[in-house]
């Protein structure tokens, strides 16, 4: 899709224009900018003139929820309209996908199936060499050839079956890649929040929702390992 910046700029000008309220923010900057409180009289000036500012504040917000409204009202419309067509290539994604995974199971299952074969072949081939290695041995020391027999007993004993491994299949398609990705899921918090205790690396993925608690504790009880404090703010209320 083409977009002319002439055209953008236009329409960014007029709804700037249309978006802009009758307001002078540049006396207020100023006197905020050099005021100074010096007595009960500044203190009370400066008071007043923020109770203004605050109802300044509260106009722009008037001033823009209706567009704001109207706005949002587009933006899920167009948003629902986007998530119509997403999910449905999301749901084809994920049944072509399971498919294909599936496939690739298959075939790891067909390799570990060969693997397990020829590794018992290998160990059965291993063992029966041990076996008449050992026959061997017993056939000298009934003759009373001692050194013999030992000599093919310490053979019998270095026969071992030869490693089997047979290299997982490369499936290879064009756009698509196959990984594993590690996943989690919790099972028991106060095991980990213990570890986590004696562990530094663990703590950092410890979240706590310090405002909740304080709404919750701060007037009436003690947490092990939170601090509760108290900060004087100024609330002006707009008229």
Do not use: C
């Not at 009373?144 to 398609?173: F, H, T």
């Amino acid at each position: 899709m083409q977009v002319y910046s002439s055209t953008s700029n236009r329409m960014e000008n007029e709804m700037d224009y249309q978006l802009t309220p009758q307001i002078d923010l540049q006396s207020p900057t100023s006197w905020a900018s050099s005021m100074v409180i010096t007595n009960q009289d500044d203190y009370s000036d400066a008071a007043s003139r923020l109770v203004e500012i605050k109802s300044m504040r509260k106009n722009i917000v008037s001033f823009f929820a209706e567009p704001k409204q109207k706005a949002h009202e587009a933006w899920k419309a167009i948003v629902a309209r986007e998530k119509f067509f997403t999910d449905k290539l999301d749901e084809i994604e994920k049944i072509v996908k399971n498919k294909m995974l599936a496939w690739t199971s298959e075939q790891e299952r067909i390799r570990r199936e060969a693997e397990a074969k020829l590794r018992k072949e290998a160990e059965e081939k291993a063992e029966a060499e041990r076996k008449r290695m050992l026959a061997n041995a017993k056939r000298n020391e009934t003759r009373g050839n001692e050194e013999r027999a030992q000599e093919w007993k310490e053979k019998a004993e270095e026969i071992k079956p030869i490693d089997v491994y047979i290299a997982p299949v490369k499936i290879k398609a064009e756009g698509i890649q196959t990984k594993k990705v590690w996943r989690g899921s919790i099972e028991d918090v106060g095991k980990f929040l213990l570890a986590a205790s004696q562990n530094p690396k663990l703590q950092q993925h410890i979240t706590i929702n310090i405002n909740s608690l304080v709404r919750q504790f701060a007037d009436n009880e003690e947490i092990p390992g939170i601090k509760f404090f108290q900060e004087e703010t100024i609330a002006a209320k707009a008229v």
